[in-house]
């Protein structure tokens, strides 16, 4: 099965409109001249979302800029009405947004998101057809604890509850170990490799072998220039989720270039 590999920025909360075009700019000047065998996705705050809408899909869209999908970052999992400060799926899809992000583990930690939330966030962005990029990672005491295997099986298990099989095509996983997010540490590329098999075997018991093995699965965790190819090498990784080095053009680009090239059948 050859899996296409996707590589997406969550920018988190940086970059405001001017910041997203200057980046904008210097990311299509790279491109332009290149057929990256990847698809590539941002994902802005909220905020920014117009200004990457009118320069990636607006009337003076360059060519190229269409081959960059548009993501969020977030969504609610209600249609709308008294919930401040939320964001609906209806809205993204004004903006062209293809992709929403649901269940990063600073939406786990931070804003409390359980299972139970991240489940009805993915309905309720499949009802919209978003795809959504769904993360799931465990904690470094979770894994140096042995739980590696049952966590990951409650999150896949529970996040995916009452989705079809047609909904987890549309699907990206993101497999993003909490302690390599924005810490420097990566895992190994064993432990990636370990870690999507074992992920994939779990989507397999529920959609069975075939969808499984269509599913694409991100990597997350310090992904940068360097160590891209040798991550993407691996069977079951399918691309990167990538925070910091997302920030800039230059780093972001050379991630794709060197993980897009390695892809390999699984
Ligand atoms: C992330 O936020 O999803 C992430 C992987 O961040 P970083 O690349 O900075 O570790």
Redesign the pocket.
């Known amino acids: 099965m050859n899996r296409k590999p996707i590589f997406a920025a ?1 920018w ?1 909360m940086n970059k405001g409109a001017q910041e997203t075009e200057d980046f904008v700019k210097g990311f299509l000047s790279r491109i332009r001249s290149q057929d990256l065998p990847a698809d590539m996705v941002i994902a802005p705050p909220f905020i920014s979302l117009p200004k990457l809408s009118e320069l990636l899909r607006g009337p003076g869209a360059e060519q190229c800029a269409q081959s960059i999908q548009i993501a969020a970052q977030n969504c609610s999992q209600f249609d709308s009405g008294a919930y401040t400060g939320e964001v609906s799926v209806l809205m993204l899809r004004e903006y062209f947004v293809h992709y929403v992000i649901i269940g ?3 939406r786990r930690s931070i804003y409390g998101e359980t299972d139970e939330v991240i489940n009805a966030k993915l309905k309720k962005a499949r009802e919209a057809n978003l795809k959504p990029i769904f ?1 799931i990672g465990e904690t470094l005491a979770e894994r140096e604890s042995g739980k590696l295997e049952s966590v990951l099986r409650t999150q896949v298990t529970d996040g995916l509850k009452g989705l079809s099989e047609k909904d987890m095509l549309d699907t990206v996983i ?1 497999y ?1 170990p909490v302690w ?4 420097g540490v990566t895992a190994t590329s064993e432990q990636a490799q370990e870690a999507h098999a074992f992920v994939r075997s779990l989507v397999a018991e529920i959609y069975g072998e075939d969808v499984a093995s269509k599913v694409r699965i991100q990597y ?4 940068k220039p360097g160590n891209a190819a040798e991550l993407m090498a691996c069977p079951d990784i399918d691309g990167a ?6 920030l800039d053009p230059q780093s972001f680009f050379e991630i794709i270039q060197n993980g897009s090239g390695v892809a390999v059948d699984a």
Do not use: P, Q, Y
Request: hydrophobic letters at 30%; glycine letters at 22%; one cysteine or more.
């Open positions: 969550n988190k990063h583990s600073e993360c993101a993003e390599a997010i924005g810490t997350g965790g310090s992904v989720l990538i925070g910091g080095a997302s």
